[in-house]
Every structure is written in C-alpha cells, then in structure tokens.
C-alpha cells in the first residue's frame, strides 16, 4: 500500500513484541488519548488497548493490526472483534493512526483492509462507536457508508463526560 513513496504492511500486533511500539504511538497521538479518555498518555496504553474487548467478549477472539511503515516504525493500530453487538456481527473498536500520517489516503486503505477481513469471516454488519465532539471521525466514518444508529449514555472517564454514537454499515 504506497504513500508518497512509503510502502507499509499490515500486520497483527503482539503485546509482547509491540507493546512498546503501541506506546510510543498513543505519545505521538496524545491529541486522541486527551479527546477519549480525559487524561495524558501512559505507559500503560498498549496494555490497555491489548485488553480492550466489548462487553461479553475476549480479545483473542478479535484481531489487533498495526500498519507499519518499511522502516519499522508504528503509523496505526486497529481492532477488529468479532460478534458483537450481535452474533453475525463485526466491531471496530479502534482504528488510530499517527497524526504525522493523516489525511492522506492510509486511514482509508486501512479501513478497507479491515472491512474484508470482517467480511472473509462472514460479517453481515459493522459497528463501532465515535465521540459526539469527533467531527472529523464523523465524517470519515460516514463516507465509508456507516450511518448513526444509536446515541449511547454519557459515560465519565477521567474528568470528562463523553457521549459516542453508535454507528453501523451493513455489509451484506
């Protein structure tokens, strides 16, 4: 997948080869931990996004990837999970990329990528869940044909008060 010259490969990431690389990227994207959680960037953020499932699932029974740059360097990470809200369904639970890498296509063919592999495994729709106050995401979201089908609860975390809206494409 080249970018201006760059190639990048997508690959599942392992906590215990690319923790620290998962780190150094929610440092880089400290705009996005501030906007979700309310709160500076961590050590722990790998271990949390490792652990992170929707309710009454496992992560192992989802995929995390990363896209990696040819030199080795984290530009995103991504999780899938696998049925939830509904059994025949497919979550997006986080798709980031590095601030360095954004608004040139990569966010889009990352997508892509995830959308064929929740289809391979025969997903009939994909969910996930954006900020009210992410605009842009949003918007990306919505060109990629989800459409908002639910508001959530506000939900605390940290000092902050958040409310996500629930998005869906269908796939079938």
Partial sequence: MPVTGERFEIRPVLAGRDGELVNALFQRAAGFVRQ???REPSDDEAKEFFADAPVGQHPEDGVKLGLFQENGVLAGIA??????????????????????????G????FYTHLEKLAR?????RLYLA?????????????????????????????????????MMKPLA
């Avoid at 990569?106 to 063919?109: I, S, V, W």
């Avoid at 391979?120 to 009939?124: D, T, V």
């Fill in 36 to 38: 979700e959680y309310g």
């Fill in 79 to 104: 999780d899938l999970a696998f049925g939830f809200p509904d059994p025949d369904c497919g979550y997006i639970g986080l798709l980031l990329l590095d601030p360095a890498h954004r608004g040139n």
């Fill in 106 to 109: 990569l966010g889009q063919g």
């Fill in 120 to 124: 391979a495994r025969g997903a009939a």
């Fill in 130 to 166: 954006v900020l009210d106050e992410n605009a842009d995401g949003q918007r990306f979201w919505q060109r990629n044909g989800f459409a908002r089908v639910l508001t959530l609860p506000p939900v605390t975390k940290g000092a902050r008060r958040l409310v996500y809206h629930r």
